[in-house]
């Protein structure tokens, strides 16, 4: 990483004895400036903050630790070390997919980490969800989000532990089982998402920010196979739940093209990849007959 | 103008629409001034006929008489009612206010007094228990300035009530930095807009000036450099959106919340759209009037004056000076100024009615 130029450093310490230390992990003046005043909206005492902007600035720990929280559509995601932080990207597929889901779907979120995927949806529409992880922290913290939660929620969300990799048809069983208890005649599920660990064991060594290796769980994180390893189980998941539509989040355009390789080999009908803010691949859908509605993106041309 | 206000009213008996009752709303204060009126001059005509006949007994007469003098200047200041109800309520007068207060020239001196303003507001708006909402602040080097600051009053009509405060606020006064002792003079602007809420839409009650199509809006996202998604865990939420059209641009960073962010920041872009679109109208209306009659300049410059040394505050507009300047600030003596304000202007669109009738 370049060095950062002393008249920066020499600017930043004039206006306030934290912002230098702070520059060190978030490398411009704007940004460092506006985490301050984060920190300082949460810090209670003056020694407080500058524990925080410790943590923060020197040992690189994210901000969202810190703060114990993460914004996420309308919903306010705890965050605890052990499980992943939700992504601006992230948040954006989910907010586009609450808009295109109906009253009364049913959805399945694979790898739910914090639950922030189905508490988002179930805030926007009156949908029911289920979140699967295979992580008891994870799990823990989802439950402690549902409850963070009811109050904006609309729709329901449950969580349950299962192995995305190795257990298939049990996972699928378990999650049948949820949705019966939730409401009667249940049959099938509408559709299956998930953000699944995509990174590759070069790419984590290469591409990830230090503060996402030092503190945020590799389980999360770091795939087999170029990091494409769950997606193939994660269709099978969908097929055998009789989900018509799969929306699932990838690391960029190469990775999108493979996993839609992956889905059609499988027999699904039609793929196809949602472009996110920064204009890169992020996003895999996939349908069979009746779940086309998945086909378009956030940023789709019109 | 009356039948049509009975006619409404009968309608809105039967069935409740809102734009409906927003015309009878119009409507009745004209009504009531005509009503009003027309009671005085059959109260005059009678008593013309009582002093006209001249079996009246001296008692009776002196009482008429009396009576005739009041009425006639009761008359006076009827239809004067009158012509104020003839003027029409500005359209956006209902809505809530989005205020943005900017230093002008004077540096940093300029920056405090900007925060000045906006704690007068602050506290005006908590005299008159109207809810604020901050929508962003962004402080000085020093933190005690500000470099820009907007705020919502989110009740209904605020608009209306506080329109009259935009424009260039000039202060005059020894800056706590002087150290000298010299007199500075430094501006602050305050610009006040009607907030269009984005959730507006819905009730069939937006403004057609807010209304934009979202294809002509650029959404800036700051961009995540390298990979992105799980790679990185930014806390970057800065929202810009650009209105392709008008050029007008609106960018956000307040809060943690990307989806906040981009809520707010697109009802500042709209505010800002609507205010673009009204002031091109009433430019238009200018100079329509400019070309009938030398009257109604546009917005002065330094429409008020914030003079500390002589503990004066002064409104050029309305050629009314308060002489209490703490006051003023505390909210309580701004009331009162708001107040000349308004009288002011009422009797700018009053002569602009006579001119154009």
């Known amino acids: 990483m370049p060095r950062l130029p002393t008249t920066l450093l020499r600017r930043a310490s004039k206006l306030s004895p934290h912002l230098p230390t702070l520059l060190k992990v978030c490398r411009s003046l704007d940004s460092a400036q506006i985490e301050l005043k984060w920190l300082k909206e949460h810090a ?108 904006v929620l609309r729709g329901r969300a449950q969580f349950l532990m299962g192995d995305v990799l190795s257990d298939i048809e049990e996972t699928a069983y378990s999650v049948q089982a949820c949705f019966d208890e939730m409401e009667e005649g249940h049959e099938s599920v509408d559709v299956v998402v998930s953000n699944p660990p995509y990174i590759s064991a070069d790419g984590y060594n290469k591409d990830t920010a230090r503060s996402v290796r030092l503190w945020e769980p590799k389980l999360a994180l770091e795939a087999e196979h170029d990091g494409d390893h769950f997606y193939p189980k994660i269709a099978e998941i969908a097929e055998a739940l009789g989900a018509r539509a799969i929306v699932a989040e990838v690391g960029g355009w190469e990775q999108a093209r493979r996993v839609e390789g992956y889905w059609r080999q499988l027999g699904w009908s039609g793929t196809n990849v949602w472009e996110d803010f920064a204009k890169k691949g992020r996003t895999v859908v996939a349908w069979n007959q009746g779940g086309e509605w998945v086909k378009d993106g956030p940023n789709a041309a019109q | ?279 091109e109208r009433e430019a238009e209306e200018l100079a329509i009037r400019r070309g009938a009659a030398k009257v109604g300049a546009g917005r002065s410059d330094k429409m008020r004056t914030y003079n500390y040394s002589q503990n004066r505050v002064t409104d050029h507009r309305a050629g009314f000076s308060l002489h209490d300047l703490p006051s003023c600030m505390e909210g309580e003596g701004l009331e009162k100024m708001i107040e000349e304000c308004k009288k002011w202007k009422m009797g700018e669109e009053v002569e602009m009615l006579a001119l154009s009738s």
Request: glycine share 6%.
């Open chain 2, 1 to 279: 103008m009356r039948d049509e206000h009975t006619e409404l009213n009968k309608k809105l008996q039967d069935s409740f629409d809102t734009k409906l009752a927003k015309r009878v709303g119009e409507l009745t204060s004209v009504t009531k001034a005509l009503q009003e009126y027309e009671d005085a001059i059959e109260n005059r005509d009678e008593l013309t006929a009582m002093l006209n006949d001249k079996t009246l007994d001296a008692e009776l007469r002196a009482l008429a008489e009396e009576d005739f003098a009041s009425t006639a200047g009761t008359i006076d200041e009827l239809s004067q009612n009158i012509q104020k109800s003839l003027v029409p309520v500005h359209p956006f007068a209902h809505l809530p206010a989005l205020i943005e207060i900017r230093p002008g020239t004077g540096g940093s001196e300029a920056q405090i007094f900007a925060n000045d303003l906006w704690k007068m507001y602050m506290a005006y708006c908590n005299l008159r228990g109207w809810p604020v909402s901050v929508v962003s602040t962004q402080e000085n080097e020093g933190a005690d300035g500000l470099i820009e600051g907007i705020f919502e009053v989110t009740n209904d009509g605020a608009y209306g009530e506080l329109r009259l405060e935009a424009g260039v606020h000039r202060v005059q006064r020894i800056p706590a930095t002087e150290k000298q002792g010299r007199t500075h003079t430094s501006t602050a602007t305050v610009m006040v807009l009607p907030s269009f809420q984005t959730t507006e839409v819905a009730e069939g009650e937006e403004d057609p000036d807010s209304v934009i199509d979202m294809k002509d809006v650029r959404v800036d996202i700051m961009r995540a450099r390298g990979a992105g998604g799980q790679h990185v865990n930014t806390t970057d939420s800065a929202v810009r959106m650009t209105h392709i059209p008008t050029g007008l641009v609106a960018a956000i960073q307040d809060t943690r919340s990307q989806h906040k962010n981009r809520e707010k920041c697109l009802q500042v872009l709209k505010s800002r759209i609507a205010q673009k679109r009204r002031d």
């Open chain 1, 44 to 151: 209670k005492t003056p020694e407080e903050l500058q524990n925080f902007v410790y943590r923060r600035g020197e040992l690189n720990e994210p901000l969202q630790y810190i703060l114990g929280t993460q914004p996420f559509g309308a919903t306010e995601i705890l965050c605890e070390r052990g499980v992943l932080i939700p992504r601006a990207e992230t948040e954006e597929i989910a907010l586009h997919l609450a808009g295109l889901l109906k009253s009364g779907m049913k959805v399945v979120d694979l790898c739910t980490g914090t639950g922030c995927i189905p508490l988002l949806l179930a805030a926007e529409k009156q949908v029911s969800t289920v979140g699967v992880d295979i992580s008891p922290i994870a799990l823990s913290l989802a439950m402690k989000n549902l409850e963070h939660n009811k109050e």
